[in-house]
């Protein structure tokens, strides 16, 4: 056990850090990239600002959605964030449509499905740059800004991974040994500086999607990104995140998941999924 936490420690959190640093919106037409209904009035960024939309695939989701929403509407317009329902049976998420955001549903398919029909709304209504979250609140609305920041610099990677290794304290034993161990065989396969390749965590340019094929639904649609991106010469870079897990239970089916990552890498390697 001491033995792979100090791999972890200097293979993945010294290498998250130092990268992390070299790197460091019907949907009405977007609006320039982390502007806010507080904040445009004061100072609003040039048009030639990238467009985003914030994209949150939701299966189920209680009342962690409609706080995560609360708080992403202070640092991004409520028009252009998108929730995409994937065919919920406990909700209905008319009060969040009520409530000014984007809804769209679609019968249940898995997260992958979900996301795929968020970047087609992104790249029909002309958005330049897409950034998933989890609608489970463990991804802090609060790490926003940073995903900002970097993508006006404009010269910099395709797709920006939130690393949660800067700070692992919080992460299940076997969620971080999982992680490590697929985050190593993603960068070995893509040979790019991937740090945390099971973060949902993203923000990721229309460009990439637009010339991307995926055929997954599932989880492990995140991971077929990666892969298919890096093959085509699609730059992977990443930006440090808190590390945040709440008591919510989770979608993930362990072996057969593993199964979707492992059959996804293999494919890849033998060209088979083209």
């Known amino acids: 056990m001491r033995h792979w936490r100090e791999r972890i420690r200097q293979n993945n959190v010294g290498h998250a850090l130092a990268s992390a640093e070299a790197t460091m919106n019907a949907l009405p037409p977007s609006s320039p990239c982390g502007s806010s209904t507080q904040d445009r009035g004061n100072s609003s960024p040039p048009e030639s600002s990238p467009r985003i939309l914030i994209l949150i695939p939701a299966y189920n ?8 929403l609360a708080q992403v509407a202070n640092y991004h317009p409520k028009s252009h964030i998108l929730v995409v329902d994937d065919g919920s049976t ?22 992958g499905a979900a996301l795929q029909h968020g970047f087609q709304e992104a790249i029909s209504h002309g ?7 989890d609608a489970d609140g463990q991804h802090a609305p609060e790490d926003l800004p940073r995903f900002f ?20 304290r919080t992460m299940p034993h076997l969620r971080r040994l999982s992680n490590f161990l697929c985050t190593t065989i993603i960068r ?3 040979r790019q ?11 990721i340019r229309t460009t990439v999607l637009q010339n991307v ?14 892969l298919k991106a890096a093959r085509q010469g699609f730059r992977i870079g990443s930006v440090p995140v808190r590390t945040i897990y709440v008591d919510v239970p989770s979608h ?3 072996a057969r998941d593993t199964y979707g990552f492992i059959r996804i890498v293999v494919r890849h390697l033998l060209h088979l999924d083209d």
């Open 61 to 68: 989701a209680g009342s962690e959605l409609d706080a995560l």
């Open 90 to 111: 406990t909700t209905s998420y008319e009060t969040i449509k009520a409530s000014g955001f984007n809804v769209r549903r679609f019968p249940h398919a898995g997260k």
């Open 127 to 133: 958005y330049d740059w897409v950034i998933t979250m």
């Open 149 to 168: 920041e970097l993508i006006r610099q404009g010269s910099l990677p395709d797709i920006i991974l939130g690393s949660r290794l800067g700070d692992v």
């Open 188 to 190: 070995w396969t893509t």
């Open 193 to 203: 500086p991937v740090i945390d390749s099971q973060s949902g965590y993203r923000a």
């Open 213 to 226: 094929r995926l055929n997954t639904s599932g989880f492990e649609t995140e991971i077929e990104l990666l």
């Open 252 to 254: 993930i089916k362990r």
